[in-house]
């Protein structure tokens, strides 16, 4: 892990902070500086910017980020995936828990991106980052479900505009802790980094990304129930971090579990999210298509384990 901390001066002034980046730390590309900015392990004044935000003077840059090699390769490997849909432009898989998305410093193989380029190699030619060709959105390493990755370059720009202006609808089905008032609801409530804990993510009222998550419940259980939710903005940790806010954690997340909580991470070893649904318009086409998977097999085993509590 390496940390910088840049004092900027008139010098600096408007260059675009992804650019400075790239310039003072070695072996930083441009791509990768804005991907650190953008997951706020780049911050100016301990606030998180965009990677086009134009440097002031006097501004504190603070960097805590892995070594990166941009001499390192994403090899292909033969792991098996649960493939939904295919053609020349798309691949919509069921992303297993357990697996993690895309490589990066210290975690290169075994993820969904390497079991994509032994699939479809071609994908390597949708890349803007060689750590994460074809990928438009993610899922949480222990969150299972539905994914689309794109195959081609015109199929990425256009799926990433579409969830960057919310056109794609994405239903998630959760267990979670206690029981409602109403049988549905909408969370509104702001996401962004937490103050202190900069890997996690938390309600910030004053620098924080308005985020709306609707629920239904689908089934009660004995302190427990089954969740519907869709997620009308895509914010990292969204859902695990809207449902521990109202004091509704996701059974088994390992992070945001209110200490009072913390004996059920015995019940699973993950937390209960599944991406159930996801529903966008072809990148060829431009036909809406959607596709769905049931939850995997610990999460159905915690349901039927759930039902038998008294």
Known sequence: MMKH?????KTHHGIRLDTLISSVMQLCSRNRAAELICSGDILVNSLQKKPGYKIKPQD??????SDHNPESTVAAEDILLQVLFEDAHIIVINKPPGMVVHPAP????????????????????????????????????DTSGVMVAAKTKQAL?????????????????????GHFATPTGEIVLPIGRHPVKRRLMAINHDNGKPSVTRWTVK?????????????KTGRT??????????????????????RRFRKQKSLVDRQMLHSW?????????????S?????????????QMLSGMK
Do not use: W
């Open 5 to 9: 901390d840049i004092k900027t001066d």
């Open 277 to 289: 649904k996801l529903s966008f318009r072809h990148p060829y086409s431009g036909r809406r298509v």
């Open 106 to 141: 210290g975690n290169m193989t075994g993820t969904l991106v390497n079991a994509l380029m032994f699939h479809c190699p071609g994908i390597v030619k949708s890349a803007q980052d060689s750590f994460r060709p074809g990928i438009v959105h993610r899922l949480d390493k």
């Open 60 to 65: 504190l840059i603070s960097a805590d980020i």
């Open 157 to 177: 720009k256009f799926l990433q505009k579409e969830f960057k202006f919310r056109r794609v609808e994405k239903r998630y089905l959760a267990l979670v802790s």
């Open 291 to 303: 596709f769905e998977c049931a939850p995997p097999q610990d999460f159905l085993k915690t349901q």
């Open 219 to 231: 089934k009660n259980y004995k302190d427990t129930c089954l969740v519907e939710a869709l997620l």
């Open 237 to 258: 940790h969204q859902i695990r971090v809207h449902f521990y806010a109202i004091d509704h954690p996701l059974i088994g997340d390992p992070v945001y579990q209110p």
